[in-house]
């Protein structure tokens, strides 16, 4: 199944209830959220008042993607605050296999990010223990940059080392993804797609609804 997931980063925050209500009325199925501490990227973004107070807009998955070092001080806080899948940084995290287990015992869906010049094999002990992968396409921290094409290499090798173990899991990727390079990104194995300024961009509704026409035609063949 693919999955869009908007990220707010992208949205007008002086309408964020409104701008959520568009993607999720026009069938966007996450919300991506991005969470930055100034810490582990040079941004800050939002935290837990800003997350409950748009939580009850909408009954989409809050995807909380955590861009700050030592994530798991953040969880139940976070769990509190409405999110549903919560994905941490590799390489913030001391402990990856502790953070997991603390994220799933907390009954929340949980993900691992890779930034784009960590290797996918760092994940090799931990594959079977989560629900998404995240392979960042971008280096964290800002919108709108380039896609770094060598991405489209680990979601491959993501994908395989996933299908020799007969796991299911979840690829995502965030970072510069567009109507113009879905197609490839869905053909090399990732199904869950983070779009800032490829939604929110001009008609927020009517772009949603171009990414899943695109996801339709593929499930379809």
Known sequence: MYILAP????????????????????????????VMDGMFVPSISFGMPVI????????????????????????ADLKAAGADLLCVHQEACRHLDRTINQIKELGMKV??????????????????????????????????????????????????????????????????????NVKELMEAGANVFVAGSAVYKQDAAANVKAFLKIFEEAENK
């Open 7 to 34: 990220s707010i980063l992208a949205a007008d925050f002086g309408n964020l209830r409104k701008e959520i209500e568009t993607v999720s009325e026009a069938g966007a199925q996450y919300i991506h959220i991005d």
């Open 52 to 75: 409950q107070s748009v939580r009850s807009c909408t009954d989409k998955v809050f995807d909380v993607h955590m861009m700050v070092e030592e994530p798991g001080r953040y969880a």
């Open 111 to 180: 993900g691992v990010a890779l930034n784009p010049a960590t290797p996918v094999e760092t994940l090799s002990c931990v594959l079977d223990q989560v629900d998404m992968i995240l392979l960042m396409s971008v280096n964290p921290g800002f919108g709108g940059q380039k896609f770094i094409p060598y991405t489209v290499d680990k979601i491959k090798k993501l994908r395989a080392m996933l299908n020799e173990r007969g796991l299911q899991t979840d690829i995502q990727v965030d970072g510069g993804v567009g109507l113009g």
